[in-house]
């Protein structure tokens, strides 16, 4: 039974930071993608950063590449999400999922086949 469980959201400041982490059961972190997605108030769900299995690739949506940065923890099986600069665009609920079949990444949450709660996420001005 596969089981994801997001945590590390909060409130913070705008610039400020957080690292949220998706601890996995049933699976090693190591074998499969594993996305980050997030559903700001009023929105849909969008796609932030993917890392891959096997050479640990990784995969964010373009306007948040350099402020975002995706990384596993295979001795602990949890993949994290550091974000940095944070504006209140980014307040959302983020949830991560698990890719079970192809081990390449994708931001579509339609080829994810697991998925976490979600951790709040607020970026107050």
């Known amino acids: 039974d596969v089981q994801l469980q997001a945590s590390g959201g909060g409130l913070v400041q705008v610039g400020g930071s957080l690292r949220l982490s998706c601890s996995a059961s049933?699976?090693?972190?190591?074998?499969?993608?594993i996305g980050w997605f997030r559903r700001a108030p009023g929105k849909g769900r969008e796609g932030v950063s993917c890392?891959?299995?096997?050479?640990?690739?990784?995969l964010y949506k373009d306007t948040l590449k350099g402020r975002f940065t995706i990384s596993k923890d295979n001795s602990k099986n949890t993949v994290h999400l550091q974000m940095n600069s944070l504006k209140p665009e980014d307040t959302a609920v983020y949830f991560c999922?698990?890719?079970?079949?192809?081990?390449?990444?994708?931001?579509?949450?339609?080829?994810?086949?697991?998925w976490g709660q979600g951790t709040q996420v607020t970026v107050s001005s």
């Open positions: 049933g699976i090693p972190v190591d074998g499969y993608a």
């Open positions: 890392i891959e299995s096997d050479d640990g690739s990784t």
């Open positions: 999922a698990v890719k079970i079949i192809g081990l390449s990444c994708s931001l579509y949450d339609f080829e994810f086949d697991a």
